[in-house]
Protein backbone atom coordinates (compact mmCIF):
# COMPACT_ATOMS: atom_id res chain seq x y z
CA UNK A 1 0.00 0.00 0.00
CA UNK A 2 1.90 3.63 -0.87
CA UNK A 3 2.44 6.14 1.46
CA UNK A 4 -0.66 8.44 0.26
CA UNK A 5 -3.02 5.60 0.49
CA UNK A 6 -5.24 7.25 3.22
CA UNK A 7 -7.39 10.42 3.66
CA UNK A 8 -8.53 12.65 6.41
CA UNK A 9 -11.94 10.84 7.65
CA UNK A 10 -13.38 14.48 8.75
CA UNK A 11 -16.89 13.41 8.65
CA UNK A 12 -16.03 10.39 11.28
CA UNK A 13 -14.13 12.13 14.20
CA UNK A 14 -14.04 10.57 17.37
CA UNK A 15 -14.89 13.10 19.99
CA UNK A 16 -13.00 11.59 23.35
CA UNK A 17 -9.21 10.65 22.92
CA UNK A 18 -8.00 7.80 21.67
CA UNK A 19 -5.90 6.48 24.19
CA UNK A 20 -2.56 4.36 23.02
CA UNK A 21 0.04 2.72 24.47
CA UNK A 22 3.16 1.30 23.23
CA UNK A 23 5.01 -1.45 25.22
CA UNK A 24 8.39 -1.85 24.24
CA UNK A 25 8.84 1.79 22.39
CA UNK A 26 12.10 1.77 21.68
CA UNK A 27 12.06 3.36 17.92
CA UNK A 28 15.05 0.79 16.96
CA UNK A 29 11.88 -0.66 15.17
CA UNK A 30 10.03 2.18 13.92
CA UNK A 31 6.15 2.56 14.03
CA UNK A 32 4.98 4.55 11.04
CA UNK A 33 1.15 3.14 11.27
CA UNK A 34 0.87 4.43 15.06
CA UNK A 35 2.34 8.14 13.93
CA UNK A 36 -0.21 8.08 11.31
CA UNK A 37 -2.90 7.72 13.63
CA UNK A 38 -1.74 10.33 15.95
CA UNK A 39 -0.99 12.69 13.13
CA UNK A 40 -4.49 12.67 11.85
CA UNK A 41 -6.77 11.81 14.69
CA UNK A 42 -7.49 13.22 18.72
CA UNK A 43 -5.20 10.75 20.18
CA UNK A 44 -2.84 10.51 23.11
CA UNK A 45 0.11 7.61 23.14
CA UNK A 46 1.77 6.35 26.30
CA UNK A 47 4.90 4.62 25.49
CA UNK A 48 7.14 2.75 27.99
CA UNK A 49 10.91 1.49 27.42
CA UNK A 50 12.77 -0.62 30.17
CA UNK A 51 16.27 0.11 28.19
CA UNK A 52 17.60 3.56 29.70
CA UNK A 53 19.71 4.25 26.87
CA UNK A 54 16.97 3.71 24.42
CA UNK A 55 14.49 5.67 26.56
CA UNK A 56 16.54 8.68 26.61
CA UNK A 57 16.85 8.64 22.93
CA UNK A 58 12.91 8.59 22.86
CA UNK A 59 12.83 11.83 24.90
CA UNK A 60 15.59 13.33 23.05
CA UNK A 61 13.51 12.84 20.09
CA UNK A 62 10.16 13.69 21.23
CA UNK A 63 8.84 17.08 19.68
CA UNK A 64 5.14 15.33 19.64
CA UNK A 65 2.51 16.56 22.59
CA UNK A 66 1.05 13.78 21.94
CA UNK A 67 3.48 11.53 23.50
CA UNK A 68 4.39 10.72 26.74
CA UNK A 69 7.64 8.44 27.17
CA UNK A 70 8.12 6.33 30.84
CA UNK A 71 11.43 4.56 31.71
CA UNK A 72 9.24 1.40 33.09
CA UNK A 73 8.89 -2.42 32.10
CA UNK A 74 5.63 -4.02 32.02
CA UNK A 75 5.48 -7.27 33.51
CA UNK A 76 3.95 -9.03 36.84
CA UNK A 77 5.13 -6.59 39.23
CA UNK A 78 8.28 -8.71 40.01
CA UNK A 79 11.82 -7.66 39.99
CA UNK A 80 13.50 -9.46 37.27
CA UNK A 81 16.88 -9.10 35.14
CA UNK A 82 16.84 -7.52 32.12
CA UNK A 83 19.10 -9.09 29.41
CA UNK A 84 20.41 -5.50 27.18
CA UNK A 85 21.71 -6.74 23.91
CA UNK A 86 23.91 -5.58 21.43
CA UNK A 87 21.14 -4.78 19.39
CA UNK A 88 18.59 -3.30 21.01
CA UNK A 89 15.43 -4.96 19.77
CA UNK A 90 17.07 -8.39 21.18
CA UNK A 91 16.63 -6.74 24.22
CA UNK A 92 14.85 -8.94 26.87
CA UNK A 93 14.09 -10.39 30.40
CA UNK A 94 14.50 -13.51 28.46
CA UNK A 95 17.88 -14.78 27.02
CA UNK A 96 17.30 -15.90 23.16
CA UNK A 97 17.65 -19.23 22.07
CA UNK A 98 20.86 -19.21 20.43
CA UNK A 99 20.55 -23.11 18.87
CA UNK A 100 17.79 -22.09 17.37
CA UNK A 101 18.39 -18.12 15.81
CA UNK A 102 22.25 -18.74 15.37
CA UNK A 103 20.50 -20.70 11.80
CA UNK A 104 19.71 -17.30 10.77
CA UNK A 105 21.94 -14.50 9.35
CA UNK A 106 22.87 -12.08 11.97
CA UNK A 107 20.49 -13.13 14.47
CA UNK A 108 23.52 -14.70 16.98
CA UNK A 109 25.50 -11.75 17.04
CA UNK A 110 22.31 -9.50 17.82
CA UNK A 111 21.72 -11.63 20.54
CA UNK A 112 24.59 -11.31 22.29
CA UNK A 113 24.08 -9.84 25.78
CA UNK A 114 26.21 -7.08 26.75
CA UNK A 115 24.93 -6.35 30.26
CA UNK A 116 22.34 -7.39 32.90
CA UNK A 117 20.59 -5.08 35.43
CA UNK A 118 17.70 -5.37 37.82
CA UNK A 119 14.42 -4.29 36.93
CA UNK A 120 11.36 -3.49 38.76
CA UNK A 121 8.37 -4.30 36.75
CA UNK A 122 5.21 -2.82 36.99
CA UNK A 123 1.59 -4.25 35.99
CA UNK A 124 -0.09 -2.62 32.98
CA UNK A 125 -3.50 -3.06 35.63
CA UNK A 126 -1.50 -0.64 38.00
CA UNK A 127 -0.89 2.16 35.52
CA UNK A 128 -3.48 5.23 35.80
CA UNK A 129 -4.07 6.10 32.41
CA UNK A 130 -6.41 9.77 31.65
CA UNK A 131 -9.34 7.37 30.61
CA UNK A 132 -9.32 3.75 29.11
CA UNK A 133 -6.78 2.33 26.75
CA UNK A 134 -8.13 1.98 23.54
CA UNK A 135 -5.34 0.80 21.10
CA UNK A 136 -2.52 -1.17 23.15
CA UNK A 137 0.85 -2.51 20.85
CA UNK A 138 2.97 -4.79 22.54
CA UNK A 139 6.27 -5.65 21.55
CA UNK A 140 8.69 -7.28 24.51
CA UNK A 141 10.74 -9.73 22.96
CA UNK A 142 8.85 -12.90 24.44
CA UNK A 143 7.30 -11.81 27.53
CA UNK A 144 3.65 -10.80 25.43
CA UNK A 145 2.21 -13.73 27.49
CA UNK A 146 3.28 -12.48 30.66
CA UNK A 147 2.07 -9.32 30.52
CA UNK A 148 -1.40 -10.27 29.09
CA UNK A 149 -1.98 -12.49 31.79
CA UNK A 150 -1.08 -9.62 34.35
CA UNK A 151 -3.32 -7.07 32.37
CA UNK A 152 -6.49 -8.71 31.41
CA UNK A 153 -8.38 -5.73 33.03
CA UNK A 154 -6.91 -3.62 30.89
CA UNK A 155 -6.50 -5.01 27.52
CA UNK A 156 -10.38 -6.90 27.89
CA UNK A 157 -11.62 -3.28 27.44
CA UNK A 158 -8.91 -2.13 23.98
CA UNK A 159 -10.14 -1.97 20.78
CA UNK A 160 -7.13 -2.85 19.08
CA UNK A 161 -4.28 -4.94 20.25
CA UNK A 162 -1.00 -5.34 18.23
CA UNK A 163 1.26 -8.30 19.34
CA UNK A 164 4.79 -9.65 18.01
CA UNK A 165 5.11 -12.92 17.85
CA UNK A 166 6.76 -16.03 17.07
CA UNK A 167 5.88 -19.36 15.48
CA UNK A 168 8.45 -20.59 16.62
CA UNK A 169 10.20 -19.22 20.05
CA UNK A 170 12.88 -17.19 19.02
CA UNK A 171 13.51 -16.87 23.46
CA UNK A 172 13.86 -19.60 25.92
CA UNK A 173 10.74 -19.81 27.84
CA UNK A 174 8.96 -18.00 24.88
CA UNK A 175 5.42 -18.86 24.91
CA UNK A 176 4.52 -20.27 21.31
CA UNK A 177 1.97 -17.82 19.20
CA UNK A 178 -0.73 -20.42 19.33
CA UNK A 179 -0.81 -20.35 23.16
CA UNK A 180 -1.08 -16.40 23.11
CA UNK A 181 -3.33 -16.14 20.57
CA UNK A 182 -5.64 -18.69 22.74
CA UNK A 183 -5.05 -15.66 25.68
CA UNK A 184 -6.29 -13.25 23.32
CA UNK A 185 -9.36 -15.66 22.13
CA UNK A 186 -10.10 -15.95 25.68
CA UNK A 187 -10.45 -12.14 26.65
CA UNK A 188 -13.03 -12.34 23.42
CA UNK A 189 -10.59 -10.97 20.77
CA UNK A 190 -10.37 -12.32 17.07
CA UNK A 191 -6.81 -12.35 15.13
CA UNK A 192 -7.94 -9.86 12.51
CA UNK A 193 -5.17 -9.56 10.63
CA UNK A 194 -1.09 -9.03 10.37
CA UNK A 195 0.59 -5.39 10.36
CA UNK A 196 3.95 -7.22 8.98
CA UNK A 197 5.26 -10.34 8.49
CA UNK A 198 8.85 -11.00 9.02
CA UNK A 199 10.85 -13.51 7.33
CA UNK A 200 14.41 -14.69 6.85
CA UNK A 201 16.56 -17.50 4.71
CA UNK A 202 18.70 -20.05 6.49
CA UNK A 203 22.34 -19.18 6.76
CA UNK A 204 24.02 -19.39 4.27
CA UNK A 205 21.02 -18.42 1.44
CA UNK A 206 21.20 -14.67 0.49
CA UNK A 207 18.60 -13.08 -1.35
CA UNK A 208 18.81 -9.68 -3.44
CA UNK A 209 22.51 -8.89 -1.81
CA UNK A 210 21.25 -8.35 1.76
CA UNK A 211 21.15 -11.21 4.31
CA UNK A 212 18.13 -9.25 6.12
CA UNK A 213 15.78 -10.11 2.81
CA UNK A 214 13.65 -13.43 3.67
CA UNK A 215 11.74 -15.84 1.71
CA UNK A 216 9.11 -18.04 2.93
CA UNK A 217 10.28 -19.14 6.63
CA UNK A 218 8.22 -16.92 9.41
CA UNK A 219 10.35 -15.40 11.81
CA UNK A 220 7.79 -12.89 13.68
CA UNK A 221 4.77 -11.86 12.99
CA UNK A 222 3.12 -8.44 14.34
CA UNK A 223 -0.40 -9.66 15.27
CA UNK A 224 -3.85 -7.16 15.14
CA UNK A 225 -6.17 -8.22 17.44
CA UNK A 226 -9.56 -6.74 17.72
CA UNK A 227 -12.68 -7.57 19.45
CA UNK A 228 -15.25 -10.41 18.91
CA UNK A 229 -17.74 -9.58 16.32
CA UNK A 230 -20.11 -9.58 19.16
CA UNK A 231 -18.36 -7.09 21.44
CA UNK A 232 -18.33 -5.09 17.99
CA UNK A 233 -21.84 -4.79 17.60
CA UNK A 234 -22.48 -3.85 21.13
CA UNK A 235 -19.70 -1.39 21.26
CA UNK A 236 -21.19 2.44 21.82
CA UNK A 237 -20.69 5.28 18.47
CA UNK A 238 -17.96 6.81 20.13
CA UNK A 239 -15.66 3.64 20.16
CA UNK A 240 -16.89 2.93 17.05
CA UNK A 241 -15.30 5.90 15.58
CA UNK A 242 -12.18 5.16 17.72
CA UNK A 243 -12.22 1.35 15.94
CA UNK A 244 -13.14 2.79 12.58
CA UNK A 245 -9.89 5.60 12.65
CA UNK A 246 -7.48 3.15 14.28
CA UNK A 247 -7.99 0.39 11.43
CA UNK A 248 -8.06 3.29 8.69
CA UNK A 249 -5.29 5.21 9.72
CA UNK A 250 -3.05 2.75 11.29
CA UNK A 251 -4.47 0.00 9.00
CA UNK A 252 -5.33 1.03 6.00
CA UNK A 253 -8.12 -1.87 6.46
CA UNK A 254 -10.78 -0.28 4.05
CA UNK A 255 -13.16 -3.42 3.66
CA UNK A 256 -13.18 -3.40 7.73
CA UNK A 257 -13.63 0.45 7.86
CA UNK A 258 -16.67 -0.33 6.04
CA UNK A 259 -18.12 -2.70 7.85
CA UNK A 260 -17.86 -0.78 11.03
CA UNK A 261 -19.36 2.32 9.37
CA UNK A 262 -22.20 0.20 8.62
CA UNK A 263 -22.61 -0.46 12.24
CA UNK A 264 -22.34 3.56 12.92
CA UNK A 265 -24.79 4.25 10.02
CA UNK A 266 -26.92 2.01 12.31
CA UNK A 267 -26.73 3.15 15.98
CA UNK A 268 -26.71 7.18 15.05
CA UNK A 269 -29.21 6.73 11.55
CA UNK A 270 -26.47 8.51 9.65
CA UNK A 271 -25.17 7.85 5.97
CA UNK A 272 -21.94 7.85 5.64
CA UNK A 273 -20.58 4.54 3.86
CA UNK A 274 -21.30 5.92 0.39
CA UNK A 275 -18.81 9.01 0.65
CA UNK A 276 -16.46 6.53 2.25
CA UNK A 277 -16.40 4.31 -0.90
CA UNK A 278 -16.06 7.09 -3.07
CA UNK A 279 -13.07 8.43 -1.81
CA UNK A 280 -11.58 4.55 -1.11
CA UNK A 281 -12.03 4.12 -4.89
CA UNK A 282 -9.40 6.81 -5.78
CA UNK A 283 -6.88 4.85 -3.67
CA UNK A 284 -4.16 3.32 -5.43
CA UNK A 285 -4.76 -0.06 -2.95
CA UNK A 286 -1.99 -2.88 -3.44
CA UNK A 287 -2.79 -6.32 -1.35
CA UNK A 288 0.04 -6.74 1.34
CA UNK A 289 0.44 -10.32 1.41
Not at 167 to 191: A, T
Amino acid sequence: INNKSYYIMDYISNNSKIIACDIGASNCDPTPHIDNLLKNTNSKLYGFEPNKIEFEKLISENKDKKREFFNYAIGDGEEKLFNICEYPGWSSFLEADIDYVKNFHRFELDAVIKEKIKIKTKKLDEIKFESKLDYLKIDVQGLESEIIECSKDTIKNCLVVELELSPIPLYKKEKRFSYVCKQMEDLKFNLNMFQKINTKTFKPVILGGSSLNGLHTLIQLDCVFVPSYETINKLKSEDLKKLINIMHYSYHSYDFADFLIRLLEKKENIKIVEKYRDDVAKLKILKKY
